[in-house]
């Protein structure tokens, strides 16, 4: 099983990111997917999740400006970041998780600084 998350970098305060996880070796739509976050110091905390049917939910912090979604034809998860804040650099890791098993990508950083 490999995830493996792209897209992270740097980005201004009120910049935009698009982070993608690319999953091989699972049967990805039958898989529910999220996106976890771990910032220096702290515990990882979950950011947003999808279900295969494409139910979502998000952390408190994330509402509004974070949209999670999946494309199960090219077993590839997205999480589109918006009005960025400080407080949101870290790194953000992919998960997949069903009855099989919970599986983890290796995670991208994500910078937010003027």
């Known amino acids: 099983v490999q995830l493996q998350a792209s897209g992270g970098g740097l980005v201004q305060p009120g910049g935009s990111l698009r982070v993608s996880c690319a999953a091989s070796?699972?049967?990805?739509?039958?898989?529910?997917m999220s996106w976890s976050r771990q910032r220096p110091g702290k515990e990882r905390e979950l950011v947003a999740a999808?279900?295969?049917?494409?139910?979502?939910n998000y952390g408190d912090s994330v509402k509004g400006r974070f949209t999670i979604s999946r494309d199960n034809t090219k077993d590839t998860l997205y999480l589109q970041m918006n009005n960025l804040k400080p407080e949101d650099a870290a790194v953000y890791y992919c998960n997949a998780k069903n009855w099989a098993g919970s599986y983890w990508g290796q995670g991208t950083q994500v910078t937010v600084s003027s």
């Open positions: 070796g699972i049967v990805f739509s039958a898989f529910d």
């Open positions: 999808i279900t295969p049917g494409g139910t979502t």
